[in-house]
Protein backbone atom coordinates (compact mmCIF):
# COMPACT_ATOMS: atom_id res chain seq x y z
CA UNK A 1 0.00 0.00 0.00
CA UNK A 2 2.60 2.12 1.10
CA UNK A 3 4.05 2.00 -2.76
CA UNK A 4 0.84 3.33 -4.01
CA UNK A 5 0.61 5.98 -2.31
CA UNK A 6 2.65 8.73 -4.03
CA UNK A 7 0.74 7.88 -7.54
CA UNK A 8 -2.79 8.17 -5.81
CA UNK A 9 -1.50 11.66 -4.78
CA UNK A 10 -0.23 12.59 -8.46
CA UNK A 11 -3.61 11.71 -9.25
CA UNK A 12 -5.00 13.00 -6.72
CA UNK A 13 -2.93 16.45 -7.74
CA UNK A 14 -3.77 16.47 -11.75
CA UNK A 15 -7.67 16.14 -10.85
CA UNK A 16 -7.32 19.10 -8.86
CA UNK A 17 -5.42 21.04 -11.21
CA UNK A 18 -8.34 20.19 -13.61
CA UNK A 19 -11.16 20.29 -11.30
CA UNK A 20 -9.86 23.85 -10.38
CA UNK A 21 -10.96 25.42 -13.67
CA UNK A 22 -14.48 24.86 -12.81
CA UNK A 23 -13.67 27.01 -9.37
CA UNK A 24 -12.11 29.81 -10.88
CA UNK A 25 -14.47 29.73 -13.55
CA UNK A 26 -17.15 30.34 -10.87
CA UNK A 27 -14.83 33.07 -8.42
CA UNK A 28 -12.09 34.74 -8.20
CA UNK A 29 -12.49 35.20 -4.58
CA UNK A 30 -8.64 34.81 -2.71
CA UNK A 31 -9.43 33.03 0.26
CA UNK A 32 -11.73 30.31 -1.33
CA UNK A 33 -9.15 29.47 -3.53
CA UNK A 34 -6.37 29.49 -1.07
CA UNK A 35 -8.48 27.28 1.12
CA UNK A 36 -8.77 24.97 -1.80
CA UNK A 37 -5.26 23.94 -2.18
CA UNK A 38 -4.60 24.46 1.38
CA UNK A 39 -6.90 21.47 2.08
CA UNK A 40 -5.07 19.20 -0.18
CA UNK A 41 -1.57 20.31 0.93
CA UNK A 42 -1.88 19.67 4.14
CA UNK A 43 -3.91 16.88 3.88
CA UNK A 44 -1.34 14.87 1.62
CA UNK A 45 1.27 16.14 3.43
CA UNK A 46 0.08 14.38 6.47
CA UNK A 47 -0.69 10.99 4.48
CA UNK A 48 2.77 10.79 3.18
CA UNK A 49 4.43 11.22 7.04
CA UNK A 50 2.50 8.92 8.36
CA UNK A 51 2.18 6.36 5.79
CA UNK A 52 5.60 6.69 4.41
CA UNK A 53 8.69 9.09 6.05
CA UNK A 54 7.46 8.62 10.04
CA UNK A 55 9.15 5.41 11.43
CA UNK A 56 7.00 4.71 14.46
CA UNK A 57 3.85 2.76 13.81
CA UNK A 58 0.60 5.20 13.29
CA UNK A 59 -2.48 4.78 14.78
CA UNK A 60 -4.73 2.80 12.48
CA UNK A 61 -7.59 5.17 13.09
CA UNK A 62 -5.80 8.00 12.05
CA UNK A 63 -4.48 6.44 9.19
CA UNK A 64 -7.92 5.71 8.49
CA UNK A 65 -9.25 9.03 8.35
CA UNK A 66 -6.77 10.65 5.92
CA UNK A 67 -7.64 8.17 3.91
CA UNK A 68 -10.78 8.78 4.01
CA UNK A 69 -10.73 12.88 3.88
CA UNK A 70 -8.43 12.05 0.82
CA UNK A 71 -11.22 9.84 -0.56
CA UNK A 72 -14.09 12.85 0.11
CA UNK A 73 -12.09 15.16 -1.90
CA UNK A 74 -10.75 12.94 -4.89
CA UNK A 75 -13.42 10.87 -5.69
CA UNK A 76 -15.97 13.71 -6.79
CA UNK A 77 -13.38 15.04 -8.58
CA UNK A 78 -12.77 12.16 -10.80
CA UNK A 79 -16.36 11.55 -11.37
CA UNK A 80 -17.29 15.42 -12.14
CA UNK A 81 -14.20 15.53 -14.67
CA UNK A 82 -16.07 14.20 -17.24
CA UNK A 83 -18.02 16.88 -17.99
CA UNK A 84 -15.00 19.55 -18.64
CA UNK A 85 -13.33 16.98 -20.54
CA UNK A 86 -16.86 16.74 -23.03
CA UNK A 87 -16.92 20.72 -22.28
CA UNK A 88 -12.92 21.21 -23.22
CA UNK A 89 -13.77 18.11 -26.80
CA UNK A 90 -16.78 20.95 -27.90
CA UNK A 91 -14.30 23.76 -27.28
CA UNK A 92 -11.69 22.46 -29.58
CA UNK A 93 -13.36 22.90 -32.36
CA UNK A 94 -14.63 26.40 -31.18
CA UNK A 95 -10.91 28.08 -30.81
CA UNK A 96 -10.88 27.50 -27.03
CA UNK A 97 -13.29 30.09 -25.58
CA UNK A 98 -13.79 31.16 -21.98
CA UNK A 99 -15.57 28.53 -20.14
CA UNK A 100 -18.63 28.62 -19.76
CA UNK A 101 -20.52 29.00 -16.54
CA UNK A 102 -23.13 26.80 -16.55
CA UNK A 103 -21.06 24.30 -17.69
CA UNK A 104 -18.72 24.65 -13.99
CA UNK A 105 -21.75 24.62 -12.20
CA UNK A 106 -23.07 21.51 -13.44
CA UNK A 107 -20.17 20.22 -12.71
CA UNK A 108 -20.00 21.32 -8.75
CA UNK A 109 -23.75 19.74 -8.58
CA UNK A 110 -22.58 16.62 -10.45
CA UNK A 111 -19.38 16.54 -7.32
CA UNK A 112 -22.01 17.32 -4.84
CA UNK A 113 -23.34 14.05 -5.41
CA UNK A 114 -20.76 11.97 -4.44
CA UNK A 115 -19.00 14.20 -1.85
CA UNK A 116 -22.26 14.49 0.19
CA UNK A 117 -22.90 10.33 -0.45
CA UNK A 118 -19.44 9.84 1.04
CA UNK A 119 -20.18 12.13 3.55
CA UNK A 120 -23.42 9.82 4.59
CA UNK A 121 -20.98 6.92 4.27
CA UNK A 122 -18.43 8.15 6.96
CA UNK A 123 -20.96 9.02 9.41
CA UNK A 124 -24.31 7.60 9.49
CA UNK A 125 -23.49 4.65 6.84
CA UNK A 126 -21.01 3.10 9.29
CA UNK A 127 -23.69 1.53 11.83
CA UNK A 128 -27.16 1.54 9.55
CA UNK A 129 -27.02 -1.86 9.98
CA UNK A 130 -29.61 -4.04 8.30
CA UNK A 131 -30.72 -7.44 8.98
CA UNK A 132 -30.79 -9.85 6.47
CA UNK A 133 -33.21 -12.84 6.45
CA UNK A 134 -32.73 -16.02 4.71
CA UNK A 135 -34.89 -19.73 4.85
CA UNK A 136 -33.17 -22.82 3.66
CA UNK A 137 -35.09 -26.08 3.49
CA UNK A 138 -33.18 -29.50 3.59
CA UNK A 139 -34.54 -33.11 3.44
CA UNK A 140 -31.84 -33.98 6.29
CA UNK A 141 -32.57 -31.64 9.10
CA UNK A 142 -32.86 -33.05 12.32
CA UNK A 143 -36.64 -33.20 13.00
CA UNK A 144 -36.27 -30.82 15.90
CA UNK A 145 -34.38 -27.96 14.51
CA UNK A 146 -37.04 -27.25 12.57
CA UNK A 147 -37.50 -23.54 12.71
CA UNK A 148 -33.92 -23.13 14.14
CA UNK A 149 -32.52 -19.82 14.15
CA UNK A 150 -29.13 -18.98 13.15
CA UNK A 151 -27.49 -15.70 13.56
CA UNK A 152 -24.77 -14.90 12.12
CA UNK A 153 -21.82 -11.63 12.70
CA UNK A 154 -18.55 -11.08 10.81
CA UNK A 155 -15.35 -8.55 10.86
CA UNK A 156 -16.33 -6.84 13.89
CA UNK A 157 -13.05 -4.92 12.94
CA UNK A 158 -13.23 -2.90 16.47
CA UNK A 159 -9.91 -0.91 15.99
CA UNK A 160 -11.78 0.76 13.56
CA UNK A 161 -14.87 1.50 15.87
CA UNK A 162 -15.14 5.18 17.80
CA UNK A 163 -18.39 5.45 18.07
CA UNK A 164 -19.62 3.48 21.43
CA UNK A 165 -23.39 4.42 21.11
CA UNK A 166 -23.01 2.89 16.97
CA UNK A 167 -21.66 0.00 18.72
CA UNK A 168 -24.61 -0.43 20.70
CA UNK A 169 -27.05 -0.04 18.44
CA UNK A 170 -25.98 -2.97 16.65
CA UNK A 171 -25.24 -5.04 19.53
CA UNK A 172 -29.18 -4.49 20.63
CA UNK A 173 -30.49 -5.50 17.41
CA UNK A 174 -28.60 -8.48 17.24
CA UNK A 175 -30.41 -9.75 20.48
CA UNK A 176 -33.24 -8.42 19.37
CA UNK A 177 -33.37 -11.19 16.65
CA UNK A 178 -33.64 -13.58 19.39
CA UNK A 179 -31.80 -16.18 17.54
CA UNK A 180 -31.33 -19.93 19.17
CA UNK A 181 -27.08 -19.56 18.35
CA UNK A 182 -25.21 -16.65 17.31
CA UNK A 183 -21.94 -17.13 15.24
CA UNK A 184 -19.18 -15.37 14.65
CA UNK A 185 -16.90 -15.79 10.99
CA UNK A 186 -13.69 -14.07 12.28
CA UNK A 187 -11.84 -10.60 12.07
CA UNK A 188 -12.82 -9.73 15.69
CA UNK A 189 -9.65 -6.71 15.26
CA UNK A 190 -7.86 -4.71 12.61
CA UNK A 191 -4.37 -5.99 14.00
CA UNK A 192 -3.98 -6.26 17.99
CA UNK A 193 -5.84 -7.64 20.65
CA UNK A 194 -5.53 -4.81 22.68
CA UNK A 195 -8.34 -2.88 20.00
CA UNK A 196 -11.21 -5.15 22.04
CA UNK A 197 -10.28 -3.63 25.84
CA UNK A 198 -12.79 -1.31 25.23
CA UNK A 199 -15.40 -3.10 23.69
CA UNK A 200 -15.71 -7.06 25.53
CA UNK A 201 -18.08 -5.83 28.03
CA UNK A 202 -20.54 -4.43 25.38
CA UNK A 203 -20.01 -7.57 23.31
CA UNK A 204 -20.27 -10.16 26.26
CA UNK A 205 -24.33 -8.99 26.06
CA UNK A 206 -24.69 -11.07 23.21
CA UNK A 207 -27.11 -13.74 23.98
CA UNK A 208 -27.96 -17.23 22.58
CA UNK A 209 -30.01 -20.15 24.69
CA UNK A 210 -27.56 -22.57 22.16
CA UNK A 211 -24.44 -20.67 22.86
CA UNK A 212 -22.09 -18.44 20.69
CA UNK A 213 -19.64 -19.75 18.37
CA UNK A 214 -16.42 -17.82 16.65
CA UNK A 215 -13.58 -18.64 14.54
CA UNK A 216 -10.40 -16.83 13.55
CA UNK A 217 -10.29 -14.40 10.39
CA UNK A 218 -6.65 -13.39 8.75
CA UNK A 219 -6.74 -10.24 10.65
CA UNK A 220 -6.78 -12.23 14.10
CA UNK A 221 -3.35 -13.31 13.54
CA UNK A 222 -1.34 -10.06 13.57
CA UNK A 223 0.31 -10.86 10.29
CA UNK A 224 -0.37 -6.97 8.86
CA UNK A 225 2.06 -4.92 10.88
CA UNK A 226 5.68 -5.88 12.48
CA UNK A 227 6.09 -7.39 15.67
CA UNK A 228 9.70 -6.82 18.17
CA UNK A 229 10.00 -10.38 18.35
CA UNK A 230 7.97 -13.71 16.96
CA UNK A 231 7.39 -14.30 20.71
CA UNK A 232 4.90 -10.95 21.09
CA UNK A 233 3.07 -11.72 17.76
CA UNK A 234 2.34 -15.20 19.60
CA UNK A 235 1.15 -13.46 22.61
CA UNK A 236 -0.85 -11.17 20.70
CA UNK A 237 -2.72 -14.09 18.77
CA UNK A 238 -3.17 -16.24 22.56
CA UNK A 239 -4.90 -12.95 23.78
CA UNK A 240 -6.98 -12.57 20.89
CA UNK A 241 -8.19 -16.55 21.68
CA UNK A 242 -8.73 -15.23 25.21
CA UNK A 243 -10.94 -12.44 24.73
CA UNK A 244 -12.93 -14.67 22.34
CA UNK A 245 -13.73 -16.73 26.05
CA UNK A 246 -13.70 -13.15 27.64
CA UNK A 247 -17.14 -12.07 25.25
CA UNK A 248 -18.52 -15.99 25.41
CA UNK A 249 -17.93 -17.15 22.40
CA UNK A 250 -16.29 -20.74 22.43
CA UNK A 251 -13.47 -20.51 19.62
CA UNK A 252 -13.05 -23.15 17.08
CA UNK A 253 -10.06 -24.06 16.01
CA UNK A 254 -9.74 -26.37 13.48
CA UNK A 255 -12.36 -28.71 15.42
CA UNK A 256 -16.05 -29.12 15.92
CA UNK A 257 -18.75 -29.27 18.28
CA UNK A 258 -22.16 -30.54 18.61
CA UNK A 259 -25.07 -28.36 19.19
CA UNK A 260 -28.33 -30.59 20.78
CA UNK A 261 -31.51 -30.05 21.09
CA UNK A 262 -34.40 -32.30 22.21
CA UNK A 263 -32.62 -35.65 21.67
CA UNK A 264 -31.44 -34.69 18.14
CA UNK A 265 -28.28 -32.76 17.28
CA UNK A 266 -26.30 -31.07 14.50
CA UNK A 267 -22.46 -30.43 13.75
CA UNK A 268 -20.32 -26.67 14.05
CA UNK A 269 -17.69 -27.16 12.05
CA UNK A 270 -14.69 -24.26 12.29
CA UNK A 271 -12.10 -23.72 10.56
CA UNK A 272 -9.04 -21.18 11.03
CA UNK A 273 -8.68 -18.88 8.09
CA UNK A 274 -8.10 -20.35 5.01
CA UNK A 275 -7.64 -17.87 1.86
CA UNK A 276 -6.81 -17.85 -1.70
CA UNK A 277 -3.87 -16.11 -3.08
CA UNK A 278 -1.55 -14.36 -0.88
CA UNK A 279 -3.53 -15.37 2.22
CA UNK A 280 -2.64 -17.51 5.04
CA UNK A 281 -3.80 -20.42 4.79
CA UNK A 282 -3.89 -22.02 8.45
CA UNK A 283 -7.47 -23.82 7.94
CA UNK A 284 -7.66 -27.65 8.00
CA UNK A 285 -11.41 -28.89 6.98
CA UNK A 286 -9.70 -32.25 6.88
CA UNK A 287 -9.01 -31.89 10.94
CA UNK A 288 -11.47 -30.21 11.74
CA UNK A 289 -14.02 -32.67 10.47
CA UNK A 290 -12.38 -35.60 10.91
CA UNK A 291 -14.61 -36.66 13.92
CA UNK A 292 -18.01 -35.60 13.03
CA UNK A 293 -20.31 -38.21 11.59
CA UNK A 294 -20.40 -38.41 7.66
CA UNK A 295 -24.12 -39.00 7.98
CA UNK A 296 -24.66 -35.51 10.53
CA UNK A 297 -26.26 -32.72 9.47
CA UNK A 298 -23.33 -29.86 8.88
CA UNK A 299 -22.68 -26.28 9.29
CA UNK A 300 -19.09 -25.14 8.61
CA UNK A 301 -17.98 -21.58 9.89
CA UNK A 302 -15.07 -20.63 7.24
CA UNK A 303 -13.86 -16.96 7.31
CA UNK A 304 -12.59 -16.63 3.42
CA UNK A 305 -15.34 -17.29 1.09
CA UNK A 306 -12.71 -18.46 -1.85
CA UNK A 307 -12.22 -21.56 0.86
CA UNK A 308 -15.55 -23.05 -0.26
CA UNK A 309 -15.24 -22.71 -4.11
CA UNK A 310 -11.53 -24.24 -3.48
CA UNK A 311 -11.87 -26.79 -0.17
CA UNK A 312 -15.47 -27.08 1.27
CA UNK A 313 -17.39 -28.35 -2.49
CA UNK A 314 -14.92 -31.27 -2.78
CA UNK A 315 -14.47 -32.55 0.42
CA UNK A 316 -15.53 -36.03 0.96
CA UNK A 317 -18.10 -35.47 3.35
CA UNK A 318 -21.25 -33.20 2.42
CA UNK A 319 -21.37 -29.47 4.17
CA UNK A 320 -24.82 -28.22 4.12
CA UNK A 321 -23.76 -24.92 4.72
CA UNK A 322 -20.70 -22.76 5.24
CA UNK A 323 -20.65 -19.43 6.82
CA UNK A 324 -17.97 -16.77 5.75
CA UNK A 325 -17.45 -13.23 5.65
CA UNK A 326 -14.03 -11.49 5.11
CA UNK A 327 -15.37 -9.39 2.07
CA UNK A 328 -17.10 -6.66 3.27
CA UNK A 329 -18.31 -6.07 -0.24
CA UNK A 330 -15.94 -3.93 -0.27
CA UNK A 331 -18.06 -1.11 2.20
CA UNK A 332 -19.07 0.38 -1.28
CA UNK A 333 -22.08 -0.53 -3.82
CA UNK A 334 -25.50 -1.01 -4.95
CA UNK A 335 -28.27 -2.96 -4.18
CA UNK A 336 -31.32 -1.41 -5.42
CA UNK A 337 -34.68 -3.72 -6.63
CA UNK A 338 -32.59 -7.04 -6.78
CA UNK A 339 -30.00 -5.45 -8.57
CA UNK A 340 -26.69 -5.80 -6.48
CA UNK A 341 -22.92 -4.87 -7.43
CA UNK A 342 -19.52 -4.09 -5.58
CA UNK A 343 -15.62 -3.82 -7.35
CA UNK A 344 -15.21 -6.78 -5.10
CA UNK A 345 -17.41 -9.29 -7.48
CA UNK A 346 -14.09 -9.60 -9.84
CA UNK A 347 -12.37 -10.21 -6.85
CA UNK A 348 -14.73 -12.49 -5.23
CA UNK A 349 -17.07 -14.74 -6.90
CA UNK A 350 -19.15 -15.12 -3.98
CA UNK A 351 -18.92 -11.52 -1.80
CA UNK A 352 -22.10 -11.23 -0.51
CA UNK A 353 -25.74 -13.16 0.37
CA UNK A 354 -26.40 -16.54 -0.53
CA UNK A 355 -25.04 -19.26 -3.11
CA UNK A 356 -26.00 -22.37 -3.90
CA UNK A 357 -23.92 -25.42 -5.67
CA UNK A 358 -24.35 -29.16 -5.60
CA UNK A 359 -27.10 -29.08 -3.10
CA UNK A 360 -24.88 -26.80 -0.53
CA UNK A 361 -24.99 -23.80 0.55
CA UNK A 362 -22.94 -21.01 0.89
CA UNK A 363 -23.60 -17.18 2.83
CA UNK A 364 -21.04 -14.65 2.81
CA UNK A 365 -22.28 -11.74 5.37
CA UNK A 366 -21.82 -8.03 4.31
CA UNK A 367 -19.53 -7.57 7.93
CA UNK A 368 -20.17 -5.97 11.51
CA UNK A 369 -17.66 -3.08 10.90
CA UNK A 370 -15.24 -1.32 8.81
CA UNK A 371 -11.75 -0.83 7.62
CA UNK A 372 -9.42 1.08 5.97
CA UNK A 373 -12.22 3.83 4.42
CA UNK A 374 -14.20 4.80 7.87
CA UNK A 375 -17.56 4.26 6.37
CA UNK A 376 -20.05 2.25 4.14
CA UNK A 377 -21.90 3.23 1.18
CA UNK A 378 -24.92 1.71 -0.24
CA UNK A 379 -23.22 -1.69 0.97
CA UNK A 380 -24.62 -1.46 4.40
CA UNK A 381 -23.44 -3.14 7.86
CA UNK A 382 -24.84 -7.16 7.98
CA UNK A 383 -26.73 -8.97 11.17
CA UNK A 384 -27.67 -12.16 8.82
CA UNK A 385 -30.60 -14.72 10.16
CA UNK A 386 -31.24 -18.05 8.53
CA UNK A 387 -33.83 -20.16 9.86
CA UNK A 388 -32.98 -23.90 9.44
CA UNK A 389 -36.66 -25.67 8.14
CA UNK A 390 -36.91 -29.45 6.84
CA UNK A 391 -38.54 -30.36 3.87
Known sequence: MKKRIPYIIVLWIMADLYFFQAVTTLTGNIFILGVYWLYDILLSAGILYSTIFRKSKQPTALISWLMALMLLSLVPKLIAIPVLLIEDAVRVFSYFPPRALWVSELVLVVAAVPFFSLLYGMTGGRHRYKVHRETLFFDDLPDTFDGFTITQLSDIHSGSFSSEKGVEKGVRMVNAQNSDLILFTGDLVNNKASEMDRWIPLFSRLKAPYGKFSVLGN?????????????????????????????????????????????????????????????????????????????????????????????TLDHHQHIHLTLAGHTHGMQFGVELFGFRWSPVKYIYPQWAGLYQKEGKYLYVNRGFGFLGFRGRLGIWPEITVIELRRK
Open 219 to 311: HDYGDYIRWKSKDQKYANLNRIKKVHEEIGFQLLLNEAATIKKDGKSIALIGVENWGKGRFHKYGDLKKAARDVSSDAFKILMSHDPSHWDAV
